[in-house]
Structures are given as structure tokens and as C-alpha cells.
């Protein structure tokens, strides 16, 4: 299927559904897990082990599981990872509904909830490109739509769902949540087969990870697709730290108001993935990256001086509009360009960038606010993004996106897959 016919495959609608059902799900265990959790203790470290265990499998085994991915079938990977979370949850809804649920449950479920979750994102975006034939149009269409309804299922629905489920019984949520993994499995089993990776023999699951790894910190426009959201991500788990209690101080709202202000950059994230494959076709694919990342900066700046809630709502909206552009722009295009081969690995290692780095956004934002002042975190997070803006601009200039395109599209043939070079070759292709 080409851009030329504008339509995307029917496989596509299946896709598109089970990640939504998914994401559904993802929001209701993202608010109903923390307050699963504030019913058994009040100790703000047990809270944190919770929250902290579904990260750590980016962080401990990121490329690792991208280099699995490379050797898996991308399809059985994504149906089995979520019928692997929906059995997982039975466990602990049987453990709520024999009042017999733990601290140290809910972080192991944490933790291999966020591994099946490092198994299906990175098999699902190696799997997109194989699916709509990595033609460029129609991935920017296709993510434009998933990042969409992502942002609507886990951002607006899913969390009121959770706590109202939760209302119902502490077990209730978990399993709306195991249901949802389960219809997703079911839709992703349904999915037209792409061609297996190519085999890699004699080829050690290190070295092929350290191969990935490699093809993204040695190409100047994949490593500047990749420090946009890790250095995106300090930024903004810098400002989240001390967003409410700046909403608090400095803007004079309450619980609600809050809740509002969140509303508006979800708003803003779904406006901004809308328009994304717009911005890309007018300005060019790397001038919108360079402009949506100075429009995030100049946002914050924004929030930082806001006179008052209005305005702080309008520069959210603004910076969330940034950001869904972005995410839409950023791994189209590396799904674009990135050999099927090697799409698995280099997925997880920029994905594990941007995972590493929220940690040291979120402790730099509450240092900054307890040292200095309530707005020092958002001016510096406001620097960073300009800063970062000026830095990547030539790494991901219109020119190096297309001359990565006009390179990437004589070797797309994806009905008939190549042999796959081994570690060594990588590294010399690389040089």
C-alpha cells in the first residue's frame, strides 16, 4: 500500500482498535494502581516502589528487549505480551478479593506489567513499518491517529474509569484492565503476518543489542530523534514535579482547577498529533520537528510568567500541541528509515533514553523547587528545551531527513527480507 492510493490496510483498523482498548486500560491502571496501593500504606517510599517498579524494565533490560524483538515474530510477540498481562492480573484481583493484597504484589504486577509493555510497544513499532509498507505518508498517518485515541483513551477516559471502578471493589480495575489486554490479544492474533526477521546466526543477544544501540548513537539523525524526548523528558517531569503546588502557590487553584490544567495539554496533545502530518508536508519533516520543539520551550516559558490560570491553561494546551506534533513526526520518521532488521533494538534504545532520563527531571525539578524558587524548575526547563531546539536543529534538518529517505527506500522490499549482516558488518556499515 502506498501513499499514492491515500488509504490505510484494513489491518491497520485492528491495530488501531487494540492498542485503544489497551490504552484504555492503561489509564484506568494508571490512577486505580496508586490508589490500590494507598489503601494498604501510607509510607510514601512503599508508594513510590510502586509506582517506580514500571519503569524499571526499560531500564534494565530496554535494548536487550528490543534485540529480542529483532529476532521474534513482531505479531506473535504483541498477542502474546498481552495475554501474558491479562493473565497476570488475575493474581492480583484474586489477591484483592481475599483481602490478602500486598505492597511488595503490587509492585512485582508493576514491574511485569511494564515488561510486557517493553515486549509489545517496541514489537508494535517494528510491526507498523512492515504493515503499511514503511512508505513515510501513510506511518505519519497511522501514528498521528494511534498517538490520538492513545491520548484519549489513557489521558480523559481511562483514569476516571479506574477510580470509579474502584469504588466498586479493589479488584474490579484490575480485572477491566485484564479484559482490555485480553480483547487486544485477540485483535492483534488477527493481524495479516509480515515477514519474520532474517535469522541471525552465531550472533550473541549482547552483541546484537550493543549493535543496535551503536546504529543509533553513530547516526546523527536517529541520535537527534532520540535526545528530543530524553531531553524533553528531564524537562518535563522537571515542571510536572512542582506543577501542582505552582498551581497552588503562584496561580491560586485548587484539586479541580488542577485537573483542568491537565485537561488542557491532553486537549493540546490531541490538536498537535492531529496536525502533525500537516506541519510535516508544508514545512518539511525536519523544520516541523525544529519548530515543534521551540514552540514546547516557548510554551514553558509561558507557564513560567502566566499572570493566571487562563494563561497557564492556553501555554499547556500550546506545549501539549508541541509535544503530540512531535511524537507523531519523530517515530514516523524513524520507522521510516531504520532497516527492518535493526527496528526492534533501535526503538528500545531511544525509548530507554527518554526512560532514563525522567528520573533525573523529576528529582532536578524538586531540588530546584526547594533551593530556589517554585518557577526556577520551569525557566529550566524552559532553557533545556530552547537549548536542545538549537542543538538538534542540524541533526534533523530537512536535508539529512530527506537524504535518509532517498537511502532508506531502495532496500524496501519487505516481502523479501535480506540476510541480516552480523554484529561486525553492522558496525562497519556504520563507519
Not at 492503561?26 to 501510607?42: E, F, I, K, Q
Not at 510554551?299 to 506545549?319: E, Q, R
Not at 501539549?320 to 517515530?331: D, F, I, K
Not at 525509548?351 to 533525573?360: D, G, H, I, S, T
Amino acid at each position: 500500500m502506498t501513499s499514492e492510493t491515500g488509504k490505510l490496510p484494513t489491518g491497520f483498523g485492528r491495530l488501531w482498535t487494540a492498542q485503544t482498548v489497551s490504552s484504555l486500560g492503561d489509564g484506568v491502571m494508571h490512577a486505580a494502581l496508586p490508589l490500590l496501593a494507598l489503601t494498604l500504606t501510607r509510607d510514601p517510599m512503599a508508594l513510590a516502589v510502586v509506582t517506580a517498579a514500571g519503569t524499571l524494565p526499560w531500564l534494565l533490560f530496554g535494548v536487550l528487549g528490543g534485540a529480542l524483538v529483532d529476532r521474534w515474530d513482531r505479531r506473535r510477540t504483541m498477542w502474546v505480551a498481552d495475554a501474558a498481562r491479562a493473565a497476570l492480573l488475575a493474581v492480583p484481583a484474586a489477591a484483592a478479593a481475599l483481602d490478602v493484597l500486598s505492597i511488595p504484589l503490587l509492585a512485582a504486577v508493576a514491574f511485569l506489567l511494564g515488561l510486557g509493555g517493553l515486549f509489545f510497544d517496541t514489537a508494535a513499532t517494528a510491526y507498523l513499518p512492515d504493515l503499511l509498507g514503511r512508505d513515510p505518508a501513510l506511518l505519519e498517518r497511522a501514528n498521528s491517529r494511534l498517538r490520538g485515541t492513545q491520548t484519549a483513551a489513557s489521558g480523559f477516559a481511562g483514569p476516571p474509569a479506574g477510580s470509579a471502578l474502584l469504588a466498586l471493589g479493589r479488584a474490579v480495575p484490575l480485572l477491566a484492565d485484564a479484559v482490555s489486554f485480553a480483547l487486544s490479544a485477540l485483535l492483534v492474533r488477527s493481524l495479516p503476518s509480515t515477514p519474520r526477521p532474517a535469522p541471525q546466526a552465531r550472533e550473541s543477544l549482547l552483541g546484537q543489542a550493543r549493535a543496535g544501540a551503536a546504529y543509533v548513537f553513530r547516526d546523527r539523525l536517529l541520535l537527534g530523534l532520540a535526545l528530543r524526548p530524553a531531553v524533553g523528558n528531564v524537562a518535563f517531569l522537571a515542571v510536572e514535579t512542582v506543577l501542582a503546588l505552582f498551581a497552588h502557590e503562584r496561580l491560586g487553584i485548587g484539586t479541580f482547577g488542577y485537573g483542568l490544567l491537565l485537561t488542557a495539554e491532553a486537549t493540546g496533545g490531541l490538536l498537535g498529533a492531529a496536525i502533525a502530518s500537516f506541519l510535516g508536508r508544508r514545512l518539511g519533516t525536519g523544520t516541523a520537528l525544529t519548530c515543534t520543539a521551540a514552540v514546547e520551550g516557548l510554551a514553558i516559558l509561558g507557564l513560567a510568567t502566566a499572570p493566571n490560570a487562563y494563561v497557564a491553561a492556553l501555554a499547556l494546551a500550546v506545549c501539549g500541541a508541541g509535544m503530540g506534533a512531535t511524537m507523531v513526526l519523530g517515530p514516523s520518521l524513524r520507522q521510516a528509515i531504520v532497516p527492518a532488521r535493526l527496528m526492534g533494538r533501535v526503538a528500545s534504545t531511544s525509548r530507554m533514553l527518554a526512560m532514563c532520563a525522567a528520573p533525573f527531571g523529576a528529582f532536578l525539578g524538586g531540588w530546584l523547587a526547594t533551593t530556589h524558587d517554585i518557577r526556577t524548575p520551569l525557566y529550566t526547563a524552559a532553557g533545556l528545551l530552547l537549548v536542545m531546539t538549537a542543538v538538534t536543529a542540524t541533526m534533523t534538518s530537512n536535508r539529512r531527513v530527506e537524504a535518509a529517505l532517498r537511502a532508506a527506500a531502495p532496500t524496501d522490499v519487505p516481502d523479501q527480507p535480506q540476510p541480516a549482516p552480523s554484529a561486525r558488518e553492522e558496525s562497519a556499515e556504520l563507519r
